[in-house]
C-alpha cells in the first residue's frame, strides 16, 4: 500500500480534506476515547496539517507548529490513526514524517509532544524523553516529552 504524503496550511486545504481532518479528530479523540473536550481550539490556523493519504482517503493524521508559534519548541500534537488503517504501523509513519518536517522548519529547535501516558515507549522508540510528571488532560494520564534538537536529523 502507497501513502502519499500531504503537509498544507490550513487555508490550503478544500473544505472536503478539512471535514475529513476534523471528522477523524473528533471520532479517536472526543467519541472514541469518551472524552468530551474543545477539539477546535483555535490553533488549526496556525500549524501544518500532515495527512498519510490512501488513494485520497484519509489514513492518518499529525498537527505541526514550528518553533516560536506556540512555545519556544516545535510541537507536534492530534496524532491520530483512522481506525480502518490501525495495525498498519502507520502512527510510525505519521511521527516520522512529523519530526522531518519540524527540522525543515525549526533546523535547531526540540520537538515537543504531550503524550498520553500509555504511549510514552512508543514516541521514546522515535526519540523523546519524557520531561514531565505524570498530568491529566481532559481526563486523561498525559506527559509531556521532548526529542532534542541534535536527535532530530537521525
Not at 481532518?21 to 468530551?36: K, S, T
Not at 482517503?57 to 488503517?85: D, H, K, M, N, S
Not at 501516558?117 to 516529552?145: C, K, N, W
Request: proline share 5%; glycine share 8%; aromatic share 8%.
Amino acid at each position: 500500500m502507497t501513502f502519499t504524503v500531504d503537509i498544507a496550511r490550513l487555508d490550503a486545504l478544500t473544505a472536503g480534506e478539512l471535514h475529513d481532518v476534523f471528522r477523524l479528530r473528533i471520532e479517536v479523540f472526543v467519541v472514541e476515547q469518551a472524552c468530551p473536550y474543545p477539539e477546535l481550539d483555535g490553533k488549526d490556523p496556525q500549524a501544518l496539517h500532515l495527512r498519510l493519504l490512501d488513494e485520497g482517503r484519509l489514513a492518518a493524521y499529525a498537527r505541526i507548529f514550528a518553533a516560536g508559534e506556540t512555545a519556544p519548541e516545535a510541537r507536534i500534537g492530534r496524532v491520530v490513526v483512522a481506525p480502518g488503517f490501525r495495525g498498519r504501523r502507520l502512527g510510525e509513519r505519521v511521527m516520522r514524517e512529523a519530526i522531518a518536517a519540524c527540522g525543515k522548519l525549526s533546523p535547531s529547535a526540540d520537538i515537543a509532544i504531550s503524550a498520553q501516558a500509555h504511549l510514552q515507549r512508543f514516541y521514546g522508540s522515535l526519540g523523546f524523553s519524557v520531561t514531565s510528571a505524570e498530568y491529566l488532560e481532559d481526563g486523561i494520564p498525559h506527559v509531556d516529552m521532548v526529542r532534542a534538537a541534535e536527535s532530530i536529523a537521525s
